[in-house]
């Protein structure tokens, strides 16, 4: 973003080039650009350049000085790499549960009509509205021991129960897909209500039943929006905090929760640096991916064709 | 009838698979407002059928009841011998041309041709057999590979009409194909659409509020007016012995002239027009004395020297359309000038003293009161 802005600086000491930017700075236009540039540039040169570089920095920079791969070396070992790959397992769970109910959800909500899909939208985002750290209590106190939840099951005689649904795997799942869950909502809802429902009329004059029209026409239209909910919901975990800490146990423990250790706790900011570093980039990877998924879709489509 | 060119490429494995479709007593209301009344008719095989009316005429409707789409109150829809009231669309069979072609935008030209093919279980090589002749036939060689928004309103609909047909529906339907195309492209590919009609004798139900698109096309025309068919009959009888004064206003904007009914001969009715000039005109049931309205259309009327004609007037105007000129004519005492179409050879001079001729077998009589 940064760099698009600071483009026109040249580093040629060419004449013509050097001639080019003065008269491009002659220019009352570029002026003025530049000048109504400059706080934004200012702004982001200082709150998030600076910073990235500077944890770009912290991470390669040993106890005595000099550079070392020691803390990512460290970040990528033992304990350290366990929690890496409970983040992207939880991750992973997470997009794939709130991909699959936000698409059944936002189904739903795309073939009721404009007034009640707006109302059902409504409470699908509204919770969204509200800090996370009550969400989380709220679930904490439904899915307690002596919850709503197990209450309900235990008064049902359900075998088994009361299950254990905090301080584990299931109890953090289940508090970021809720987290989620708007998201892929929102997203899955806006590529939905973009299908042509008419493309299902024409499929059905020629014969094909409902399973067909699904699979060949209607899940084809809406895969984008699919890919994208995936990736996005997946990207927001990686860094999410909040729900994993309280709602989880010692075994869902994930990076931010390990940066925020040992940030606070141990005061070693170089290895959280690393662990931020590594987190920046697997959230890179991922658009990557998405990127990625988009050109292959793409030239499976121009391959289909030929 | 054959096309004199004879069958295109690969017609003739196409050709033949139109089927009859009957429909009887087809009914729909909507929130207790009737928008198809009890519709029946006889399509044969290989017929064009055309539904001809006004929005709001019921001829969507009735299309969408076919179709499937819609499901009628009462009545009985028929393809051949086979009832397909209650079925699903899928079910059907038929094929279904839209007005906004409906192409599948996530698939190739050829792809959407494949796709009724595929559903039939057809093998691949087949499949890419059936979609290069149907390509062929509807002058898209080499377009197949191209996506749907590449195309232009005509091709996109020619793909459409194509993807219709390759798989031989015993009826195909087409709800206003033509409407969203501009006015050469429509012409052009009217001629098209028949031709193919005709080589592969399909039965096509077609949709449109056009009355020339209507003559053009259609062995038999359906005129629709409030849920009901008001006269279903070849192009030439609807122009001739109009049923109803809709029927002769909808298909040429016929004359009206109002007159009273003073006699009959064996022949035919004699009437008094209002400004005074004597009519005769096909025979009408209503005893003389009657008010009634003498329907002729624009191009049924010739001049001739103002003593010899059914009435006298002067020409008001004068406009010429490509190669007919629209002449008005109005009698002394007339409201309103008569409306002529002639040759553009036989124009009159504006402010000529002109005489009117009809053929009374052109001239059709309505009572004043008939509503259908």
Known sequence: MAGSVLAPVPASTAPAAKSRVRRSLRSRRTRSGLLNGAPIVVYMLVLFVYPILSTLFLSVKGVHGGLTLHWYADALSGANLAVLLTTLRISAETSLISVVIGFLLAYAVSRLRPLWAGLVMLIIVVPHFISALVRTYGWIILLGDHGVVNSVLVDLHVPGAPFQLLYNEIGVIIGTTSVMLPYTVLLLYAVMRGVDRRLLAAAASMGAGRLVMFRRVYLPLVAPGLVNATVLSFILCLGYYLTPALMGGARQTVVAALIDDEVMKQNQWNGAAALGVILLVLTFAGLSLLRLARAIGASARQRGAA | ?372
């Not at chain 2, 839209?98 to 050829?110: D, E, G, I, K, N």
């Not at chain 2, 590979?145 to 047909?165: I, K, M, N, T």
């Not at chain 2, 400004?275 to 096909?282: D, F, Q, T």
């Open chain 2, 1 to 372: 009838m054959r096309s004199q060119r004879g069958s295109g490429p690969g017609a003739g494995a196409l050709a033949g698979s139109g089927k009859s479709l009957s429909v009887s007593g087809l009914r729909k209301t909507y929130a207790g407002v009737v928008a198809v009344d009890e519709v029946s008719m006889e399509i044969e095989a290989g017929e064009f059928v055309t539904f001809l009316g006004s929005s709001g005429s019921g001829k969507t409707t009735t299309l969408m009841m076919i179709a499937g789409f819609v499901e009628p109150d009462s009545g009985v829809i028929k393809v051949g011998r086979r009832d397909v009231t209650r079925l699903a669309p899928q079910k059907r069979g038929l094929g279904f041309v839209f007005q906004q072609y409906l192409l599948f935008p996530h698939m190739t030209v050829a792809e959407n041709i494949a796709f009724p093919l595929q559903l039939r279980g057809l093998s691949k090589a087949e499949v890419r057999r059936q979609v290069g002749q149907v390509l062929e036939m509807a002058g898209l060689e080499g377009y197949g590979r191209r996506r749907p928004r590449e195309l232009s309103g005509g091709q996109q609909q020619r793909v459409a009409l194509c993807r219709a047909l390759v798989y031989r529906p015993p009826v195909i339907l087409m709800d206003e194909p033509l409407g969203a195309l501009d006015k050469k492209l429509r012409d052009q590919l009217q001629t098209e659409i028949k031709k193919i009609q005709r080589e592969l004798g399909l039965t096509v139900i077609y949709v449109t509020h056009d009355q020339e698109e209507a003559l053009v096309l259609s062995d038999r025309i359906a005129v629709m007016r409030d849920g009901l068919i008001d006269q279903f009959d070849t192009p030439r009888e609807l122009f001739e012995r109009p049923r109803t004064a809709f029927v002769a206003d909808f298909l040429g904007a016929a004359n009206f002239l109002p007159g009273r009914l003073e006699n009959h001969t064996d022949e035919h009715s004699l009437v008094r027009l209002d400004h005074g000039a004597l009519v005769r005109a096909r025979p009408h049931p209503l005893a003389p004395g009657h008010r009634v309205r003498a329907a002729v259309q624009p191009g049924r009327l010739g001049l001739c020297a103002p003593a010899d004609g059914f009435c006298t007037g002067t020409v008001e105007t004068v406009t010429y359309v490509g190669t007919l000129v629209r002449v008005g004519v109005r009698p002394a005492g007339a409201e309103s000038p008569i409306r002529l179409e002639l040759p553009a050879g036989r124009a009159p001079v504006t402010g000529e003293q002109v005489g009117l001729t009809a053929d009374p077998g052109d001239v059709t009589l309505f009572g004043d009161e008939e509503g259908r």
